[in-house]
C-alpha cells in the first residue's frame, strides 16, 4: 500500500533536503497536508472490521497464554484520570504499578502509570527506583478545548514535575473542520515543549466519526512527530476497539517503510479482559510484526484490565479460578 | 370440518424445544457447544441438553457474583415478594412442570402432580421466611456492660449448589429456594440424568422478578462442572446435595483451599417432608455487633 503513497507523492519526496524524514514536505502548507491526508486510501470498514473479528478468534493457550498475559501485564499504562484521586490513592497505583501482584513477585511491573499533571510528583516518588515510567495527561484533556498557551503551559508544568511521557488530546473540533495545519502545529509544538519526554498523541477516535479520519489523524500525527499514537481518552462512549486499532496498526507499520521512523500505539479505555488484551496482541504481531510487541512500542491504557490479567495469572498457576478478592480493589 | 382439523395435526411437523442454559440471566447455549442426550427414565429420547464446560461454571459465577450486591442488598420483604411471584409463574405452567417431571422421574400424571405441587408450595414457604429467619437466628445478646449487642445474619455470598440426582424438581427446588431466599446467589448443576425441568426452571425465573444472575442453571456431567466449581477463589460455600460419596469428598477437599462453606450431602428420604431451616442457616453468617448504650453520658467510658 505505502509504494501507492510513494508513488504519488514522489516528487514532494525528492524536493526534502534536510527533512528529517521523507514525508516532512507533505505539511509544508494547509493545502499539501489537506492534498495529502485526503489522498490516503479510503479505508474498507467491513474489511477491517472482518479482518480485525477474523484475528480475534484465534486460540492462545497454555505456554503461549502465560507468554501472552506476562507481555500484557508489561505493557498496561496503569490509568487513574478521576476528579476525585487523591495523593493516596496515586501512590496505591503506584505500588501496585511496580509490583502489580504482591503474592507473586514473578509478576512483571506495568509499563507506566498515567495521571494527571498536578499528580506526577506523587506518581514520581511512588514509583521511584523501579522501570515504571510516570505518564501524565496534558493540553486540557479530556477536551483539548483551551489556548495553545495553557495547553503548553500544562505540558511544561508535567515535565517539569518528572513525567517521563506526555499523552496529549487533539484539537479534534479543528480536525472535523479541515484545519489539519493547526492541529499538526499544535502537535509540534506540544513535542517541543515535551523536551525528552516521549509523547503519546490522543486522537479520540470516537468522536472523529469515520476511518477515514482516523487513518487521517493516524498520519498527521506520525507526521508531526507523535512518539505514540493513542486512540482514545477513555472518557467518551466508544473508546479503543479492535478495529481501529487495526487501522492504526497498519498506519505504523506503512510509516515506518515509508520513512523507517517507528511509532508506538496505545489502545486506551475498555478493554477490561484478558481475553481482549490478547485479542490486540494478535493484532499487534499480524499486522505491525514482532517489533512492536514490547513495551517500548505497545501500550494498554487501562486500569482495571490489570486486575483481569492477574486473576487470569493466578489461575494459570494455580489451576483454580481466581476471584476479586485475591487482587487490589482501585 | 373436524375431520381436516384432524388431518392436519397429524400432518404437522413437530416442534422441538432447545433446551439452553440460564445464565446471568439470558439463555446461552454452552460455551463448549456440546450438547448429551436427556432420556426418560425407559431410555427414550426426550432432548438435548447442554454439556456445560468449566468456563460455563466460570461464566455462571462471574455472573453470580455481580448479582449478589443488589439482590444481598435487596430488603428481605423484597426478596420474600420475589419469591412468591417465582410460585405464581410456577403455577401458571404447572401443566408443563407435570409433564415434565413424569417423563424424568417416571411417575403418573397424578403423581408427578403431587411433586410440582409441593414445590410451588415449597416456594411459597421459603418466601415467607425471608422477612422471618434474622428473628429466629438473630438477636439482641444479653452482655454484662454497658452495651447492645446485635447479632444479625447475613448471606455467605456465592453458592454452588449441586441439585439432587434423583428428585428432579421438588428435590432441585428444595435446594435452590433456602439459597436464594436469604439473600446469596446461587450457581445450580441440574440432576445430570434429568436436568430438564432445572432449565425450564430457569425461563420462570426469568419472567418473575428475580434479577438476572441470581440463580444461574447449568446441565452436565456433574462431576465436570462441580471441580472447578469447588475450587473457584470467588465461590463462598459449596452445597454437595447432588454428589456421590465419592466426588464429596473430593469436592470438598478441593473447597477447603478459600474455606468455603460445605453443606455435605445428607440422605433425603422424602424431599416433600418439612425441612426445617437447616438449609437456610447453612449459607448464612452471623454478624455481631457491639454498641456502646447512652447510658453512660460524658462521665463514662467514652469507647
Redo the contacts between chains.
Keep these: 500500500m505505502y509504494t501507492r503513497y510513494a508513488r504519488r507523492y514522489a516528487r514532494l519526496v525528492t524536493m526534502s533536503t534536510a527533512a528529517p524524514h521523507a514525508l516532512a514536505d507533505a505539511a509544508a502548507s494547509d493545502s499539501t497536508l489537506r492534498r495529502f491526508l485526503h489522498g490516503l486510501p479510503g479505508v474498507d470498514a467491513v474489511g477491517l472490521e472482518a479482518r480485525a473479528a477474523s484475528l480475534g478468534t484465534r486460540s492462545i493457550k497454555t505456554t503461549a497464554k502465560a507468554y501472552a498475559i506476562d507481555l500484557a501485564i508489561s505493557m498496561v499504562d496503569l490509568t487513574t484520570l478521576e476528579g476525585a484521586d487523591t495523593p493516596g490513592k496515586v501512590r496505591a497505583l503506584g505500588a501496585k504499578a511496580v509490583h502489580p501482584d504482591p503474592t507473586d513477585r514473578t509478576t512483571p511491573a506495568t509499563a507506566a502509570v498515567c495521571v494527571y499533571p498536578d499528580m506526577v510528583a506523587t506518581a514520581k516518588a511512588a514509583v521511584a527506583g523501579s522501570s515504571v515510567k510516570v505518564a501524565s495527561v496534558a493540553t486540557a484533556f479530556p477536551a483539548g478545548r483551551a489556548p495553545l498557551s495553557v495547553k503548553l503551559a500544562d505540558v511544561r508544568e508535567a515535565v517539569a514535575a518528572g513525567a517521563d511521557e506526555i499523552d496529549m488530546v487533539i484539537d479534534r473540533g479543528a480536525f472535523l473542520s479541515g484545519h489539519y495545519l493547526k492541529v499538526y502545529e499544535e502537535i509540534v509544538a506540544v513535542k517541543e515543549a515535551c523536551g525528552a519526554a516521549r509523547l503519546k498523541v490522543i486522537f479520540e477516535t470516537g468522536e472523529l466519526s469515520t476511518y477515514d479520519n482516523i487513518r487521517r489523524a493516524s498520519w498527521l500525527g506520525m507526521l508531526a512527530g507523535a512518539d505514540f499514537i493513542k486512540t482514545s481518552t477513555g472518557k467518551v462512549a466508544v473508546n479503543a476497539t479492535p478495529a481501529n486499532t487495526l487501522l492504526m496498526l497498519e498506519a505504523v507499520r506503512d510509516f515506518r517503510a515509508q520513512t523507517g521512523v517507528q511509532v508506538g500505539v496505545k489502545p486506551a479505555g475498555g478493554i477490561r479482559t484478558s481475553k481482549d488484551a490478547i485479542k490486540f496482541l494478535v493484532l499487534v504481531n499480524e499486522t505491525a510484526g514482532e517489533d512492536w510487541l514490547d513495551n517500548h512500542w505497545f501500550r494498554f491504557g487501562a486500569s482495571s484490565l490489570l486486575n483481569d490479567l492477574l486473576m487470569q495469572r493466578?489461575k494459570l498457576a494455580t489451576?483454580?479460578?481466581?476471584?476479586?478478592?485475591?487482587v487490589t480493589v482501585d | 370440518m373436524s375431520d381436516k382439523t384432524g388431518k392436519t395435526e397429524q400432518n404437522r411437523l413437530s416442534v422441538f424445544k432447545t433446551y439452553k442454559l440460564y445464565v446471568g440471566g439470558k439463555f446461552p447455549r454452552s460455551e463448549s457447544g456440546r450438547v448429551y442426550e436427556v432420556t426418560d427414565s425407559q431410555g427414550n429420547w426426550l432432548a438435548n441438553a447442554p454439556l456445560s464446560s468449566r468456563k460455563d461454571a466460570r461464566d455462571a459465577v462471574v455472573a453470580a457474583r455481580k448479582a449478589f450486591g443488589g439482590w444481598s442488598g435487596a430488603t428481605a420483604y423484597n426478596r420474600g415478594q420475589v419469591l412468591y411471584r417465582v410460585a405464581e409463574m410456577l403455577e401458571g405452567r404447572r401443566g408443563q412442570f407435570v409433564h415434565e417431571v413424569a417423563d424424568a422421574e417416571g411417575l403418573s400424571k397424578s403423581k408427578a402432580a403431587a411433586q410440582v405441587d409441593a414445590a410451588i408450595d415449597r416456594w411459597v414457604w421459603y418466601a415467607g421466611w425471608t422477612d422471618k429467619i434474622a428473628q429466629v437466628v438473630g438477636g439482641g445478646n444479653p452482655v454484662a456492660g454497658p452495651y447492645f449487642n446485635l447479632s444479625s445474619p447475613e448471606p455467605t455470598g456465592v453458592v454452588a449448589v449441586l441439585a439432587p440426582q434423583e428428585s428432579s424438581f421438588l428435590g432441585l427446588v428444595s435446594v435452590i429456594a433456602p439459597v436464594i431466599a436469604t439473600g446469596n446467589t446461587a450457581v445450580v448443576v441440574a440432576s445430570e440424568r434429568s436436568p430438564l425441568p432445572a432449565l425450564s426452571l430457569g425461563e420462570v425465573l426469568a419472567t418473575s422478578d428475580v434479577p438476572g444472575g441470581v440463580v444461574n442453571v447449568l446441565s452436565g456431567r456433574t462431576a465436570e462442572i462441580a471441580a472447578p466449581l469447588a475450587a473457584h477463589q470467588d465461590v463462598n460455600a459449596i452445597d454437595l446435595a447432588g454428589a456421590d460419596e465419592i466426588l464429596a469428598k473430593e469436592l470438598e477437599i478441593a473447597a477447603a483451599d478459600n474455606l468455603k462453606r460445605v453443606l455435605r450431602p445428607q440422605p433425603v428420604d422424602d424431599w416433600s417432608a418439612t425441612p426445617g431451616i437447616d438449609r437456610m442457616t447453612a449459607f448464612l453468617e452471623t454478624k455481631t455487633v457491639w454498641h456502646p448504650t447512652g447510658s453512660l453520658g460524658a462521665s463514662g467510658s467514652a469507647y
Design positions: 493466578q489451576g483454580r479460578y481466581s476471584g476479586p478478592d485475591y
